[in-house]
C-alpha cells in the first residue's frame, strides 16, 4: 500500500509523502545523492561543533541548547555545556521571582506586562512560541512584542501597558539593532517621564552578547542573560531569547520544548537517511525546486495555534539557504531555497487556494495537522481536519471535466503532517524538524546555511542616508533615483512640520 511504503513516525509526528510525484526509485536516487554529499557526516559535523559557518569560522550549534544530558560539546577546546547549563538556571530564578512577583517595578508593584523587543529570531521564535502555547500558559502575565521601526508599532503597545508594572526584553545579540535599539531608547524615555525617575533597572532585562553595552545602557549584570556567537538569530528561540515562553508556560514547559526538539534532534542524527524525517522532507523539496524548478513552497497548518508559524519559518528557509554561492565561492547552477509562504488553512481555502489547484505554478504544500484542540467545540475540529484531508486529495487526484474552467489537473504534491496535540515538548519538535530540513537542503547544494551576508548591505547604506534627512543636500554618490527620493521625502517631511 502506497501510503505505508510512502510514510514515516517520528515521535508524536507521522508524515505522510505518499501524495508526492515519486516512486521507489525516486526516493533511493535522491537518497543517493545525499550520500554523494557526504550527509551523514554533515550530520555529525554539526553536532559536534565544526566550523560549517564557513565564512566566519564558527560552528552552528544551536542543538547544543536543547541537549540536557551530561555530554559535553567542545568549542575551540572549551566545554561549552556548563554555560549552557548555568544561563538555564539563571532563567529558572528570574522566572521564579518573577512568578512569585518577589521582582518589583520602581514603584514596588510586581510585574504584570512582558514586552518582548527584538526583530528577525528575537522576535518571532518568542511571538510564534507564545501564540501557539497561550493554552498552557501558568500566569496571568501579559505579552507584547515590539520589532517594527514603524512608530504606530509601539506607541499600540505603550497605550496598552501600565508603566508600573511592565518588564521589557531588549533582545539583541550585538546590542547594536538599529530597530531595537531604537525602540529601547524611546521607551526608557517614555518610563522616566510616566515614572518620573531615573533608576529603571528593574524595568529592563536583556539577551544579548555584548555584555558591556547592555551595561552602559543601564542594565544590571544580574539582568542581562547572555547569547554566543555560536547562536544565530533564526536558531536562538531555544536560549534566553525563549524567556518569554519560559515566564507564560514556566521552565518545566520550558524544559519539554526543549526535550521536544532533542528527541528530534536524536532522530535526525541516529535515525538511517531512508528513515529520517527531515531528511527525506528535505529531499523531496529538492526534488521539486530542482527537478521541476519548482520556486515557491507552501507551509499550510490547520491550527490556529500555528498562526505565526509560516513566518518563522520563511525567515529559517530564506535567511539560512537563499544565497547562490558554494562553500567553495562558485556561483550555483541550481536554484536553491524557494519562496516560503502561507496562512492558516482554511483561511487560506477562500484566498488562494484557487491558485494551487488551477494556477498555472507547481507548488507544493506541507500540511500540519493538529488532532487534537485544546478548547473543542461540537463538531469544529473534524470540520477542520476533513477541510486538510479533502483539500490534499483534491490536489492529487484532481477532477476531469470536458469544461475546462471545472478541470483539476491534479497530480500537485503535498505532505501531511500529522500530530495528535500541540503540546510544549511537540511544538519544539516541529520546529527542529524544520531546522534540519534546511540544513540539509544546505548541505546538498554546498552552501553556508548559517550566515547572512545579504541582509547587511541596506543596513549599510541606511546610515547616509539617514544623515541626508538632516542635511540641506544629499550625498551626491547616491544614484538619481535614490537622490530624488531622499529629497520628496524631505519636503513632505518638513510641509507636514509646517502644518502643526
Known sequence: MRAKRFSLQAGDFLLDYSKNRITEKTISLLLDLAKAANLSQKIDDLFIGKSLNSTENRPALHTALRNRSK??????????????????????????????????GATGKPIKHIVNVGIGGSHLGPLLTTSALSQNAITDLQFHFVSNIDGTHLNHVLQKIDPETTLFIISSKSFTTLETMTHAKTIRAWLEK???QTNLSNHFIAVTSAIEKANAFGISADAIFPLWEWVGGRFSVWSAIGLPLALMIGMPGFYEFLDGAYEMDQHFRHTDLRSNMPVILAMLGLWYINFFQTQSYAIIPYSDQLDFLRLYLQQLDMESNGKSTTHTGTTTQYHTAPIIWGEQGCNGQHAFYQLLHQGPYFIPVDFILVAEHPHPLEGHQDIL???????????MQGKPSTHLHKAFQGNRPSNILFMPKLTSRNLGALLALYEHKTFVQGVIWD????????????????????????TDNANPEHDPSTMHLIQHYKKMRNSSCEKL
Open 71 to 104: 555530554q559535553a560539546i567542545y568549542v575551540n577546546q572549551n566545554d561549552i555545556m556548563p554555560e549552557v547549563r548555568s544561563v538555564l538556571q539563571k532563567m529558572q530564578d528570574f522566572v521564579e521571582k518573577i512568578h512569585q512577583q518577589t521582582w518589583l
Open 194 to 196: 510616566k515614572l518620573n
Open 447 to 470: 552552501i553556508n546555511s548559517f550566515d547572512q551576508w545579504g541582509v547587511e548591505l541596506g543596513k549599510e547604506l541606511l546610515p547616509q542616508i539617514l544623515l541626508d534627512f538632516q
Open 385 to 395: 481536519i476533513a477541510s486538510a484531508l479533502s483539500q490534499a486529495k483534491a490536489l
